[in-house]
């Protein structure tokens, strides 16, 4: 029985020591890409105890406002100050903290908020990760309505499940775990089509990488952000596929960042600028440790 509390110690001060390690190597990682080109990185930052944990982003077709979801069950909206293209400045203009169905404030094992999208009449929803379910939200201030859970989420691995949520142009919810993979070795992708769940298709998963933000983009194609950590540091990788009904075809790398370059990248969202190009923003997830940061990276992408 005591040998639990040691094992719990030596697993946190192995992340611990990780966490060091990459925030070390972030400025002389170096950087590969396959057709993306990064725009920029804003350090992010605000002296409110809530501030951090951020693993969801969804922002205005016009680049100048943005809804950011914390993993602590925290929405957030706030402008985007931008000079010559890049992000210059964040002014939050509203917070709020996500509520049960029963309408009180979420803790404790189903506080674990990590998938964000949000429909064409403005309504949110939210995946999430600990007791593995996607909620409903009409404004970020009333209270949840959970959508039917099926046996698959019901299975799925404590604090590894729905990581990643996106909506597509029909208003169909898609969402996939972190690390659960099929009897194929591949990632699952459910979809909601506003009567039930369905599995829409499977992707493959490679080297390493695991799921942590997704979006259909202005283009309709699906997005997958991943993620994997070494002793230096995070990588992130972004991925795109042509969706049809029951599969996704054609397949495209667009980058793979060095390790420790960006810390860990999280909440994706993809939109076309005022120039037309496609662009990726992302948003990081500092775990709320003082050796990580909240950045907002964004790319360039080809179309």
Same mark, same amino acid.
């Given at each position: 029985m005591r040998r639990r509390p040691a094992i719990r110690l030596i697993c946190a001060l192995v992340f611990g020591a990780t966490l060091a390690v990459a925030a070390l190597a972030a400025n002389r990682a170096p950087q590969t890409v396959g057709g993306a080109r990064l725009i920029g990185v804003f350090h992010w930052q605000e002296p409110a105890n809530w501030f951090g944990g951020f693993s969801g982003l969804e922002l205005a077709e016009d680049g100048a406002s943005m809804v950011v979801l914390g993993d602590r069950a925290t929405l957030l909206r706030a402008g985007i100050q931008r000079h010559n293209g890049e992000i210059s400045g964040v002014d939050i203009t509203s917070t709020h903290r996500l509520r049960s169905s029963r309408g009180t404030y979420l803790s404790d094992r189903i506080v674990d908020s990590e998938g964000l999208a949000i429909g064409a009449d403005g309504t949110l929803?939210? #995946?999430? %990760?600990?007791?593995?379910?996607? +909620? @409903?939200?009409?404004? =970020?201030?009333? *209270?949840?309505?959970?959508? /039917?859970? /099926?046996?698959?989420? &019901?299975?799925? /691995?404590?604090?590894?499940?729905? %990581?990643?949520? +996106?909506?597509? *142009? @029909?208003?169909?919810?898609?969402?996939?775990? %972190?690390?659960?993979?099929?009897?194929? =070795?591949?990632?699952?992708?459910?979809?909601? $089509?506003?009567?039930?769940?369905?599995?829409?298709?499977?992707? !493959?998963?490679?080297? =390493?990488?695991? /799921?942590?933000? +997704?979006?259909?983009?202005? $283009?309709?194609?699906?997005?997958?952000? %991943?993620?994997?950590?070494?002793?230096?540091?995070?990588?992130?990788?972004?991925? &795109?596929?042509?969706?049809? !009904?029951?599969?996704?075809? #054609?397949?495209?790398v667009l980058f793979e960042s060095g390790a420790g370059e960006h810390d860990n990248l999280e909440g994706l969202s993809i939109w076309r600028d005022p120039s037309g190009e496609l662009r990726a923003t992302m948003v990081s997830d500092d775990n709320f440790r003082s050796i990580q940061k909240t950045e907002l990276v964004e790319y360039h992408l080809p179309d």
């Open positions: 929803y939210i #995946s999430f %990760e600990g007791i593995s379910r996607v +909620a @409903h939200y009409q404004t =970020g201030a009333d *209270r949840a309505r959970v959508l /039917p859970r /099926p046996k698959a989420f &019901r299975k799925l /691995p404590w604090n590894k499940a729905l %990581e990643a949520l +996106a909506i597509d *142009r @029909h208003g169909w919810l898609y969402t996939l775990p %972190e690390r659960a993979l099929d009897a194929d =070795g591949n990632i699952p992708v459910w979809r909601w $089509d506003g009567e039930n769940w369905q599995t829409a298709f499977a992707l !493959p998963s490679r080297n =390493g990488y695991y /799921p942590v933000g +997704a979006d259909f983009g202005p $283009d309709g194609r699906f997005y997958l952000l %991943e993620r994997d950590l070494s002793l230096f540091g995070f990588r992130s990788r972004l991925r &795109r596929w042509e969706i049809s !009904p029951f599969s996704a075809e #054609s397949e495209q």
